[in-house]
């Protein structure tokens, strides 16, 4: 059973990090870089159709709109740093179009304390942040390089997940998507379906719930209101799919 998060709400701010434990979140993507320490257990992280496996002390970092996921099989306790590409403008530039051969590295003992210590705490100064972004940056190329990127249909999967998590608390089906982007039908559900490893209602209903489990546990709202909020003409609908995906009704997981 998926245990989700909401730590990708909010995406507006610059800057951002989460502490989460054994953290299961399905396939997004987003505008901003995302890194990932791992400080006890095991990881596996998807991006690009490629998976890692993850273990204590080691780092991964997902460049802007890749596709990426994040599961937990038994137990991780990871630090999470999500932060605008404004942030280390130059190193941005130079992975425009391009790929890390190795997403996957270990920083080095002294830029382990001084990067660690830096973007996991709260009110820092901006100028050492960017710095020790830009450190952080230095460290992963170290351990890889960067491959030129082969377009291909991973594009329109972008273009899909996008219009989807931007459109998901509408009236949206597979036929406005398949409408909205000249394809087929039956062609879309196929390569969907292949590419995400769900059905396109599946992956609807989890960006739904992991929405409202978001509000749910940062505000008040009723969760009635969160139900239609997310997409859901059906309080029952809204009641099966929450329980099905999070474990829990929409009631245990506020107060829980």
Do not use: W
């Amino acid at each position: 059973m998926l245990k989700y998060e909401s730590y990708h709400f909010g995406e507006n701010t610059l800057f951002s990090h989460y502490h989460p434990i054994s953290l299961n979140y399905p396939i997004h993507l987003h505008r901003s870089f995302e890194f990932i320490y791992v400080m006890d257990g095991t990881l596996q992280v998807y991006v690009n159709n490629r998976n890692f496996n993850l273990k204590k002390d080691d780092c991964i970092l997902i460049l802007p709109y890749e596709v990426h996921s994040i599961s937990t099989e038994k137990y991780s306790d990871a630090r999470i740093c999500i932060f605008s590409p404004e942030y280390i403008k130059t190193f941005d530039s130079m992975i425009y179009g391009k790929f890390l051969e190795n997403p996957v590295f270990n920083l080095s003992y002294n830029a382990q304390a001084l990067i660690l210590d830096k973007i996991f705490r709260d009110n820092v100064n901006v100028l050492q942040m960017k710095a020790c972004l830009y450190l952080l940056c230095s460290e992963i190329m170290e351990y890889t390089k960067l491959l030129v990127s082969v377009k291909n249909d991973y594009e329109l999967l972008h273009k899909i997940l996008n219009y989807i998590q931007d459109n998901f608390a509408k009236d949206i089906s597979l036929k406005s998507v398949a409408d909205e982007f000249c394809y087929s039908y039956t062609y879309l559900s196929k390569y969907l379906n292949n590419v995400l490893g769900i059905s396109f209602v599946d992956f609807v209903n989890q960006n739904r719930i992991n929405y409202a489990a978001y509000l749910l546990k940062n505000t008040d709202e009723p969760i009635t209101d969160i139900a239609y909020k997310c997409g859901y003409s059906s309080i029952r609908s809204f009641n099966r799919n929450f329980f099905n995906i999070a474990g829990k009704t929409p009631k245990n997981y506020r107060n829980s």
